[in-house]
């Protein structure tokens, strides 16, 4: 059964920084493009940054860009997402997904290729 699962969320002061972890279970994530999409509350769900299979090329949303750092270890199974400089408006449930790259995002692929997410709060 393929499984994505993220970890590293959690409250945070505005200014702060937190690492997201995605690992997968069942899956080489090492055969797939990455990304993170989050979902703040009313909203809808938001493409952050992407990977390439081998970590070669990385994307970035405009509201991301210069803050978060998406990185991967292919020996691990894990595809990181390091934010920095966190901003109220970055108050999200964040998930991983595999997919392909598209226009400088990823596409994820079905449902199944989700994790469930993990909440980041930042508070001013």
């Known amino acids: 059964q393929v499984q994505l699962v993220e970890s590293g969320g959690g409250l945070v002061q505005a200014g702060g920084s937190l690492r997201l972890s995605c690992t997968g279970s069942?899956?080489?994530?090492?055969?797939?493009?990455m990304g993170w999409f989050r979902q703040a509350t009313g909203k809808e769900r938001e493409f952050a940054a992407a990977?390439?299979?081998?970590?070669?090329?990385?994307y970035y949303a405009p509201s991301v860009k210069g803050r978060f750092t998406i990185s991967r270890d292919n020996g691990k199974n894990t595809v990181d997402l390091e934010m920095d400089s966190l901003k109220p408006e970055d108050t999200a449930v964040y998930y991983c997904?595999?997919?392909?790259?598209?226009?400088?995002?990823?596409?994820?692929?079905?449902?199944?290729?989700w994790g469930k997410g993990t909440l980041v709060t930042v508070s001013s």
């Open positions: 069942g899956l080489a994530l090492s055969n797939y493009a």
């Open positions: 990977i390439r299979w081998n970590g070669g090329s990385t």
């Open positions: 997904a595999a997919g392909v790259i598209r226009g400088g995002a990823l596409k994820a692929y079905g449902t199944d290729w």
